[in-house]
């Protein structure tokens, strides 16, 4: 997505164009811990980046939009934006009600997809033992978990291959 030099930009990017992303919050304000490796990679003049015409353009407007507050605007973001965020939070992460009905409704997914782990409690023991945590009594199943590695069933996404095979399907 960013190259750290011109003639890397050229090698990523090919023909395509790409332009330097300006200098975001060059005085460094919107770091939130520095100490603990936290800082603005974009505000630094001596390392640029380069990245293609709308992340650098977005990346621009981003620059403007938070040098660009005046009173009006943090007043806004005091008295509207940061309690609105805070009652979002309340609704959504602090709330048990909420993680209740996500653990549910997760659950009568599964089951809708005929995952019924009342089933087969044999196979609810090897899934477990075949997670790669830290856990007790996980990783037990490695061979099983690497041949699913292999036959890509898990760690894997759609992709526009898996979408665009010889074989036409006709959904209707």
């Known amino acids: 997505m960013f190259a750290r030099s011109e003639g890397e930009a050229r090698a990523v990017f090919g023909d395509a164009p790409f332009q330097r992303?300006?200098?975001?919050d060059p005085a460094q304000e919107l770091n939130v811990n520095i100490s603990a490796g936290a800082?603005?990679?974009?505000?630094?003049?001596?390392?640029?980046?380069?990245?293609?015409p709308g992340v650098a353009e977005a990346l621009k407007k981003t620059s403007l939009v938070t040098?660009?507050?005046g009173a009006l605007a943090r007043i806004y973001e005091s008295l509207v934006l940061y309690p609105k965020a805070t009652s979002q939070i309340a609704k959504t992460i602090l709330s048990p009600v909420t993680h209740i009905r996500n653990f549910v409704?997760?659950?009568?997914?599964?089951?809708?997809?005929?995952?019924?782990?009342?089933?087969?409690?044999?196979?609810i023991k090897q899934a477990y033992q075949a997670l790669q945590t830290g856990l007790?009594?996980?990783?037990?199943?490695?061979?099983l978990y690497q041949e699913l590695?292999?036959?890509?069933?898990?760690?894997?996404?759609?992709?526009?291959?898996?979408?665009?095979?010889?074989?036409?399907?006709?959904?209707?």
Request: aromatic fraction near 6%.
């Open 39 to 52: 800082s603005n990679p974009f505000g630094d003049v001596a390392k640029p980046f380069y990245a293609r």
């Open 136 to 143: 007790k009594g996980t990783r037990q199943q490695n061979e």
């Open 149 to 172: 590695l292999e036959l890509g069933v898990v760690n894997s996404n759609v992709r526009l291959g898996d979408l665009s095979t010889t074989k036409r399907c006709k959904l209707w």
């Open 21 to 24: 992303v300006e200098v975001i």
């Open 67 to 69: 040098e660009g507050s």
């Open 105 to 123: 409704s997760a659950g009568a997914f599964a089951a809708a997809n005929g995952i019924l782990p009342a089933a087969d409690p044999a196979a």
